[in-house]
């Protein structure tokens, strides 16, 4: 009888501790954690000067490249980094990734997202304080830039989340991202933006499957002209966005 009643007590235990993860988990997805991806539109404002997208129809196939290149060069550090959540392997992801962004506009916007997730997650998830350490170790050795996708991965595994569920987790907040910029600049209305992400849902799952489960080594360009048109951000006359 007593045994029964510890593997209740247990069983209840491991339950609650599931309950507040997923807590946790829904609040590293939520808009309002201040990390600061509204501040970059991930090329769309020099997208739509360079005349390049000049409405929704277009719009739609700036997100579904920017999501392609996102699975392709940034899902294997959010692969990777969720699997091996430790600082060993943070470390040697974010200076891969450093080594590998050649768009200085992107390589910024990637920084400072990167640093503003890491010192939130820090400070919110306290019931991880291994985050904090992390960070702290990481800003005294001045070695590492803290890009955005290798830290996602790292905050992932630790939350529990599953590779597959961060890697689609990943391509949700760009996508989302990206659809925000766009109602700031005009581009679409707010229902508009809701509808073009809830049709562009069955392509960011094909993308998923694509480009899933790869490690960082086998991280690519894929749509280099989007690469492009970001890097011309810093020349615009007027400018809403970061990025």
């Not at 009643?5 to 609040?27: F, G, I, P, Y």
């Not at 919110?124 to 991965?153: C, N, Q």
Request: aromatic share 6%; proline share 3%.
């Amino acid at each position: 009888m007593e045994d029964g009643m510890e593997l209740n007590k247990e069983s209840e235990k491991s339950t609650s501790m599931d309950s507040h993860l997923q807590w946790s988990q829904w609040q590293l997805l939520d808009s309002i954690l201040p990390t600061g991806g509204f501040a970059h539109s991930f090329g769309l404002e020099a997208a739509i000067q360079t005349r390049i997208v000049s409405g929704p129809e277009d719009l739609q196939t700036f997100v579904i490249h920017v999501l392609e290149n996102t699975g392709s060069l940034l899902l294997p550090f959010v692969y990777s980094a969720t699997l091996s959540p430790n600082l060993e392997t943070w470390h040697k992801l974010d200076r891969t990734l450093d080594a590998m962004l050649t768009n200085e506009v992107g390589r910024k916007a990637s920084i400072a997202q990167g640093s503003a997730l890491i010192r939130v997650a820090a400070a919110v998830f306290s019931e991880i304080p291994s985050l904090k350490s992390m960070r702290d170790t990481s800003l005294g050795s001045g070695v590492i830039s803290f890009h955005h996708a290798p830290i996602f991965g790292l905050i992932c595994g630790l939350l529990g989340l599953d590779s597959r569920t961060s890697q689609r987790a990943y391509l949700f907040i760009t996508m989302r991202d990206v659809i925000s910029a766009a109602t700031r600049l005009n581009l679409v209305g707010p229902m508009g933006a809701a509808v073009l992400q809830h049709q562009i849902v069955l392509l960011a799952e094909a993308i998923l499957e694509k480009w899933m489960d790869r490690n960082a080594e086998e991280a690519c360009q894929t749509i280099p002209l989007l690469d492009t048109v970001q890097g011309c951000h810093g020349y615009l006359f007027s400018r809403m966005f970061c990025s």
